[in-house]
């Protein structure tokens, strides 16, 4: 058995949204999702089911457990095989409940640039600031003064070649939509411990009063890191002028070639 049988109900809650998000995504962006469910544990071969299996199949083949084990979204624990079929667990709250995207990060990231959520389109496309109206992608052009490439990849390379890394405040919650404002019944990413493990990351910088909030709520601080709310790079935020969102985001700057 590569994966495991168990799972926590957070655990359990991911897997059958990233199932939901895998239906509905073309070939190349399954492999993607697919890869994301196998670091959470579950392996559907383990279990004889192919590719096209739903939500419905992987609660009926596995036991979901009370507890939480933030840190397994990450992990894939090799635990003993033990099968247990049980009928599909009616109080997972699963309608409009979203799992964010992995962090672009590596030793060498000296500023964390964290958002909220990634939008509708980003999820679709398991890419961060995936919208072609938000302006993340071209504020990161004027900060570093380099061109940014269209690719998505390159574009990841990009960050971590300008020791940028990138990721949200929520690990998953509630949503209608892309608006912030709309987001509830959040779980935030474990902030502190991702910058204790890379001890690089000087600076926190906020895309939106939104991720500023709920670090606030959260965490408050971390001690020895610089934290800037910046304005949001979102279409929705068009009344603050382009040479505010520059100035502003241009503070990152000192941080990155020290």
Request: aromatic fraction near 10%.
């Amino acid at each position: 058995m590569k994966g495991k049988s168990t799972f926590t109900k957070t655990e359990a809650e991911a897997i059958v949204v990233l199932i939901k998000q895998k239906l509905k995504v073309d070939s190349i962006t399954q492999k993607s999702i697919r890869n994301r469910i196998r670091a959470l544990g579950f392996y559907a071969s383990d279990f004889g089911l192919n590719g096209g299996y739903k939500v419905e199949d992987f609660l009926r083949v596995v036991k979901v457990i009370e507890g939480n084990a933030p840190s397994a979204i990450y992990l894939n624990q090799e635990v003993i095989p033990k099968l247990v079929k049980t009928e599909p667990r009616k109080d997972l709250k699963i309608e409009n409940k979203i799992l964010g995207l992995a962090p672009i990060v590596n030793q060498h990231s000296k500023v964390l640039i964290l958002g909220t959520m990634p939008s509708v389109e980003s999820l679709r496309k398991q890419a961060y600031y995936g919208n072609n109206q938000n302006l993340f992608w071209k504020l990161m052009a004027k900060v570093t003064g380099k061109e940014v490439p269209l690719e998505y990849e390159e574009r990841k390379e990009f960050l971590l070649a300008n020791n940028i890394a990138l990721w949200d405040m929520c690990q998953t919650c509630l949503r209608e939509g892309s608006l912030d404002s709309a987001i509830s019944e959040e779980t935030p990413n474990d902030i502190p411990s991702f910058v204790q493990k890379h001890p690089g990351i000087k600076a926190i910088a906020f895309n939106g009063k939104a991720s500023a909030r709920l670090f606030a709520k959260y965490f408050g601080s971390i001690q020895g890191i610089e934290l800037y709310s910046m304005p949001s790079t979102s279409p929705a935020n068009a009344r603050i002028a382009w040479e505010v969102k520059v100035g502003e985001w241009s503070k990152i700057k000192a941080y990155l070639y020290e």
